[in-house]
């Protein structure tokens, strides 16, 4: 392995690595690159103007102290995003499943393609794409979009796949895959099945086929039963939210960044609502809105009401300059092979529901979906809107699920099903699950979407695959 350190934090063995992949598996398979044939199978794909050849995938091995000499299993964890780092953790039970997870495995991190420490592709990486691609007689924004479309699951899988030849002696491991985790653990059984021995996924399986416009027709009714529930708890909220949208709509308010603070931008602060406790998250935000003396709610509510920590706070829960890819990549992720445009999937929706409108009241927040005004307004993603756009339009992506391998699939395939998660549906996920071979649905409604972050869902899981002797 190409280690580049090790160390100990808190209860935990830590080793950081890197190795090269293609930007761009067209034509290539990782087991006959793992053996070094690098010669590109059927049409060789148009290369990528300015962009590299290879790029880096970036890793963490971590292990019980007491375990780091002892020949375990390998879990790999698939972060979920699109657009997440993993996790980095300050001890084993700072992220729940990871406590349980050391006392039976060695445990992989991977950073997915694009994100943390594997050649990261933030604004200034698609500023730089473009000025080469220019300078190379190329259209910069269909490079930009190229690019993008090499970061999704087909992608990421072969990534994991190349990784685990080259770097773990070709052992099989099992996979632990949460939210957009659960998608790649699909796109993995689709391809490499035998490089898994079991396969957990946590709110996370995707509805097969893939269809985006489906997806939101499903979730836009949840969002709006989540902003209910959150009104139902603090009531006195409905009228303090409406207050601050008043005062929005009369314009020019700015968020620290630059970026302007319009009432669609602050129904994105429904994003939280898949997680617990997202409702008092949302409360307190409110409780300190407006520079009253006693916070109180003015009569004529302006722009010079609002207090520089609210909007600091909106900021913070409503920026992804951390992981921009999340909002760039989130409709391309139901992108599979040859597709209808998906042109703006949850904004064609949301214009359906006059309930989600920005001026009817009480206001309506929206849960996990990408509009195209972010890409003008929200500074990090400006650099990201042309080749978005272009995507838009595009009906040609990498193949992502194999339908007929998933039915004969004979890994067993555990999975949580939050039945109130509101990012991915749970009668979707069933259909899904109904027509995988060897799959366990444990369906529950004591979670929400983040529920591995807790100590129990991973280890029930665990213990259900036990049971069955599907864990060797």
């Given at each position: 392995m190409a280690k580049l350190a090790s160390y100990f934090i808190p209860g935990l063995y830590v080793e950081d690595h890197s190795i090269d992949v293609p930007l761009d598996w067209r034509g290539l398979e990782p087991a006959l690159l793992a053996?070094?044939?690098?010669?590109?199978?059927?049409?060789f794909p148009d290369p990528i103007p300015g962009a590299p050849e290879s790029i880096k995938l970036f890793y963490r091995v971590i292990c019980a102290p007491e375990h780091v000499n002892d020949d375990l299993p390998l879990l790999v964890f698939l972060q979920g995003g699109p657009g997440g780092a993993c996790p980095r953790p300050v001890s084993p039970t700072d992220d729940g499943w990871i406590a349980e997870a050391v006392r039976h495995y060695r445990v992989i991190l991977p950073d997915q393609r694009g994100v943390g420490r594997?050649?990261?592709?933030?604004?200034?990486?698609?500023?730089?794409?473009?000025?080469?691609?220019?300078?190379?007689?190329?259209?910069?924004?269909?490079?930009?979009?190229?690019?993008?479309?090499?970061?999704?699951?087909?992608?990421?899988?072969?990534?994991?796949e190349y990784l685990r030849l080259t770097q773990f002696g070709g052992r099989p491991w099992t996979t632990l895959g949460q939210s957009y985790g659960g998608f790649i653990t699909l796109s993995y059984l689709s391809s490499y099945p035998s490089g898994i021995t079991a396969a957990f996924t946590c709110g996370g399986i995707p509805h097969v086929p893939?269809?985006?416009?489906?997806?939101?027709?499903?979730?836009?009714?949840?969002?709006?039963?989540?902003?209910?529930?959150y009104y139902d708890r603090y009531?006195?909220?409905?009228?303090?939210?409406?207050?601050?949208?008043?005062?929005?709509?009369?314009?020019?308010?700015v968020l620290p960044d630059g970026g302007p603070l319009t009432v669609e931008r602050l129904q994105l602060l429904g994003s939280d609502f898949g997680m617990k406790p997202s409702f008092e998250r949302m409360?307190?935000?409110?409780?300190?809105?407006?520079?009253?003396?006693?916070?109180?709610?003015?009569?004529?509510?302006?722009?010079?009401?609002?207090?520089?920590?609210?909007?600091?706070?909106?900021?913070?829960?409503?920026?992804t300059r951390a992981n921009p890819l999340y909002w760039t990549l989130q409709e391309f992720?139901?992108?599979?092979?040859?597709?209808?445009?998906?042109?703006?999937?949850?904004?064609?929706e949301k214009a359906r529901r006059p309930a989600f409108d920005?001026?009817?009241?009480?206001?309506?927040?929206?849960?996990?979906?990408?509009f195209p005004w972010m890409f003008e307004q929200m500074p990090e993603l400006a650099p990201f809107g042309p080749a978005v756009h272009m995507l838009m339009e595009d009906i040609e992506f990498d193949q992502v699920y194999d339908p007929i391998r998933l039915a004969a699939n004979e890994v067993p395939l555990h999975a949580a099903v939050y039945f109130d998660d509101m990012y991915v549906d749970a009668g979707l996920q069933l259909d899904t699950l109904s027509r995988i071979g060897n799959a366990h649905p444990w369906v529950t409604n004591g979670f929400e979407?983040?529920?591995?972050?807790?100590?129990?869902?991973?280890?029930?899981?665990?213990?259900?695959?036990?049971?069955?002797?599907?864990?060797?």
């Open positions: 053996c070094g044939l690098t010669m590109r199978a059927g049409a594997s050649s990261r592709v933030g604004g200034r990486t698609m500023d730089v794409l473009a000025e080469r691609a220019r300078a190379a007689g190329a259209d910069p924004v269909r490079a930009q979009a190229d690019l993008l479309k090499r970061l999704l699951a087909p992608s990421i899988v072969r990534d994991l893939a269809n985006a416009a489906e997806v939101y027709a499903h979730t836009f009714p949840r969002m709006a039963a989540k902003t209910n529930a009531p006195d909220d409905v009228a303090r939210v409406a207050a601050v949208a008043d005062a929005l709509a009369t314009g020019g308010i409360h307190w935000l409110f409780d300190t809105a407006f520079e009253q003396a006693d916070g109180g709610i003015p009569s004529h509510p302006d722009p010079s009401d609002l207090t520089d920590a609210f909007l600091m706070g909106v900021l913070d829960r409503t920026n992720i139901y992108a599979d092979g040859t597709t209808a445009p998906i042109r703006w999937a949850a904004d064609a920005g001026d009817a009241r009480p206001l309506l927040f929206t849960g996990e979906a990408c979407h983040d529920g591995v972050h807790g100590d129990a869902v991973f280890r029930h899981l665990y213990a259900e695959a036990l049971a069955a002797g599907h864990l060797a």
